[in-house]
């Protein structure tokens, strides 16, 4: 049984930095492509980071956002910098049997979600 668990988010000000994790059971990460999405009340769900043999960024969080991996621990991270009110949402961790996607569609399993709120 493949589960995928978020843990780390919170409340933040604005500019401030924040690391959320999933952990994975079930599945060995080093075989899926993993990704991050969120969403906002009242949005879609969207594309956050992604990462397989190389990693991939949403345009609204290049350059501030990095998506790693540890292999070992089975673990998967988002390092979220220079925050800003927008980023607020809920945060999903998924996994994908395919190539690293960047839409909701091309993962297979997803956790519950970890809310991360920034304020300004």
């Known amino acids: 049984q493949v589960q995928l668990v978020e843990s780390g988010g919170g409340s933040v000000q604005a500019g401030g930095s924040l690391r959320v994790s999933c952990a994975a059971s079930?599945?060995?990460?080093?075989?899926?492509?993993m990704g991050w999405f969120r969403q906002a009340p009242g949005k879609e769900r969207e594309f956050v980071a992604a990462?397989?043999?190389?990693?991939y960024y949403a345009d609204s969080v290049k350059g501030r956002f990095t998506i790693s991996r540890d292999n070992a621990q089975n673990m998967v991270y988002l390092q979220m910098s220079s925050l800003k009110p927008e980023d607020t949402a809920v945060y999903y961790c998924a996994a994908g049997v395919r190539s690293l996607s960047m839409t909701a569609a091309g993962y297979n399993y997803w956790g519950q979600g970890t809310q991360v709120t920034v304020s300004s």
């Open positions: 079930g599945v060995s990460i080093s075989t899926y492509s």
């Open positions: 990462i397989s043999w190389f990693t």
